[in-house]
Nanobody, 115 residues
Framework: VQLQASGGGLVQAGESLLLSCAPSISIFNIRTMGWYRQAPGKQRELVSTRTTAGLTNYADSVKGRFTISRDNAKNTVYLQMNSLKPEDTAVYYC??????????WGQGTQVTVSS
């Protein structure tokens, strides 16, 4: 079982990026999907999660700027990141909580925001 994350890149402060995460199993088999990030020298931290029921959670630092969503037809979860700041620079990891397979992690995608 894999989570394929994509969409990272280098942008300037104030710009936007859209991250995508596509699991190799049906998204309906994953109770909660989310995004975490890890900046150099720091611990991995939660960015946002979304349950199958549609409940969402955001880190205070990204509230109002980031939006997590999912497209069932495309079996994909997205993280729309607007008004990016240099402090958002990190490797972003997709995570899925599956009843059958436990906690699943994607390979990470680099987001770099220049000032």
């Amino acid at each position: 079982v894999q989570l394929q994350a994509s969409g990272g890149g280098l942008v300037q402060a104030g710009e936007s990026l859209l991250l995508s995460c596509a699991p190799s199993i049906s998204i309906f088999n994953i109770r909660t999907m989310g995004w975490y990030r890890q900046a150099p020298g720091k611990q991995r931290e939660l960015v946002s999660t979304r349950t199958t029921a549609g409940l969402t959670n955001y880190a205070d630092s990204v509230k109002g700027r980031f939006t997590i969503s999912r497209d069932n037809a495309k079996n994909t979860v997205y993280l729309q990141m607007n008004s990016l700041k240099p402090e958002d620079t990190a490797v972003y990891y997709c995570n899925g909580d599956s009843v059958r397979y436990g906690s699943l992690w994607g390979q990470g995608t680099q987001v770099t925001v220049s000032s």
